[in-house]
């Protein structure tokens, strides 16, 4: 997700911005209390009506693109992980839904192989559920640790042990589909 601002109004010392991020979190004290932990950052006051945050700074210390370069970090790394958007509870639980259907179907294709023998088509049928599972998932599908996961294993353990590579690949996805309901469930203690 891309953090997005606009600098309204700039003098040394002083800088106002408008930060949309800010009518989605609740915990403006908390916001507050860390710029103003920053050495040469004097004052800060935030308006989440209209969305305003207010810096006052040493330029001392501080250059506007110093103050400039914390906001974006402070607003890229935690606002937008707490910020929940409408609907991700129902996608997290559609994602967990997809994954629990793919395990099942693993299982099964498991229990229904005897000894050494080749894939056949329900074999496929369960390893094309597993890429859905896995590619439906997420945002940044090929940096995702899923993903990587998917083609590493298939690259070390080969076509043949094609079963393996999709349990190993549905383990990573259930275990971020798990961590994103994790993060969700914080979210709503915020």
């Known amino acids: 997700m891309y953090f997005k601002y606009r600098i309204l109004h700039s003098i040394a010392g002083r800088m106002r911005l408008s930060v949309p991020a800010l009518a989605a979190v609740a915990e403006h004290s908390a916001i507050k209390e860390m710029f103003e932990s920053i050495r040469g950052i004097v004052q800060v006051r935030i308006e989440p009506v209209i969305q305003s945050l207010i810096i006052h700074y040493n330029n001392q210390i501080l250059t506007s693109k110093h103050v400039l370069r914390y906001v974006s970090l402070f607003f890229q790394g935690f606002v937008e992980s707490k910020v929940q958007t409408p609907g991700s509870t129902k996608k997290t639980a559609a994602d967990l839904l997809r994954s629990f259907i793919s395990g099942a179907l693993l299982l099964a ?5 005897h000894g050494k023998r080749r894939p056949d088509a329900f ?16 945002e940044n599908k090929l940096s995702h640790p899923d993903v990587l996961t998917g083609i590493i294993s298939m690259l070390s353990l080969g076509a043949e042990n094609i079963l393996q590579v999709a349990m190993v690949t549905w383990i990573v996805n259930l275990l971020e589909v798990f961590s994103d309901m994790r993060r969700s469930s914080l979210l709503l203690q915020i």
């Not at 294709?109 to 192989?113: G, M």
């Not at 074999?123 to 997420?138: A, K, N, Q, R």
């Open 109 to 113: 294709a498991f229990l229904r192989k």
């Open 123 to 138: 074999d496929y049928l369960v390893v094309i559920s597993t890429s859905y599972t896995v590619l439906s998932h997420g």
